[in-house]
């Protein structure tokens, strides 16, 4: 007996399209797939980062002789530096920002400076946002240490000049921000 000799069947053009287009939908849905876990892994390592500078926030000490900024305050500072601060507050009647800029530098690094802004939070331009959409926004500084920071150089200033800086508008949280956006542009052209 003669075996049957079957041929492949031929499909019209148009099947075999939509079979194409099929594959290529499903395909897209596996990279869409892929590309939410790639961004979910870039969110973890991103938090992971910012763990990592929040806990290595604080600049490398050469001695270990610590003092809190304040009482009961988790900023701490070298000994040796916050005489320095109040030196440079004492000698800078006119530049409050010598003062803060000082005190800034002495309780982080200039990295951690440059990658966090004051309070956090999204550019308060639309056109910011429209130009880079995914770009990434600073961290701000931690609260308690920026309430901290504040009162400190309010209370200093006030002590060692007789100034009582305002509440409203302060000077100091004008400051902080000048210092953030120098160092920010600084950290920029580093890895330019």
């Not at 973890?44 to 050469?62: F, G, S, Y």
């Not at 939070?121 to 931690?142: A, E, I, Y």
Request: hydrophobic content about 35%; overall charge positive; glycine content about 2%.
């Amino acid at each position: 007996m003669k075996k049957a000799h079957h041929w492949p069947m031929v499909l019209p053009t148009h099947v075999l399209q939509i079979r194409q287009v099929a594959f290529l939908r499903r395909r897209i849905l596996v990279l869409e797939i892929e590309n939410r876990s790639l961004y979910r892994k870039i969110e973890d390592m991103e938090k992971k980062i910012a763990e990592h500078n929040k806990v290595n926030a604080k600049r490398p000490r050469t001695s270990h002789l610590l003092v809190p900024l304040l009482h009961a305050s988790t900023v701490e500072i070298e000994k040796s530096e916050l005489d320095e601060v109040l030196v440079v507050a004492k000698a800078s009647r006119e530049n409050l920002n010598a003062t803060v800029n000082r005190l800034l530098e002495a309780v982080y690094s200039k990295t951690f400076l440059g990658s966090h802004s004051l309070s956090g939070g999204v550019p308060k331009t639309r056109k910011k946002m429209s130009t880079r959409p995914n770009q990434t926004v600073k961290p701000g500084l931690p609260k308690n240490d920026l309430d901290d920071i504040i009162w400190f150089v309010k209370n200093t200033w006030e002590e060692i000049h007789g100034d009582v800086l305002p509440e409203k508008n302060c000077p100091v949280r004008s400051a902080i921000k000048v210092k953030l956006s120098t160092e920010y542009r600084a950290l920029k052209n580093t890895y330019k």
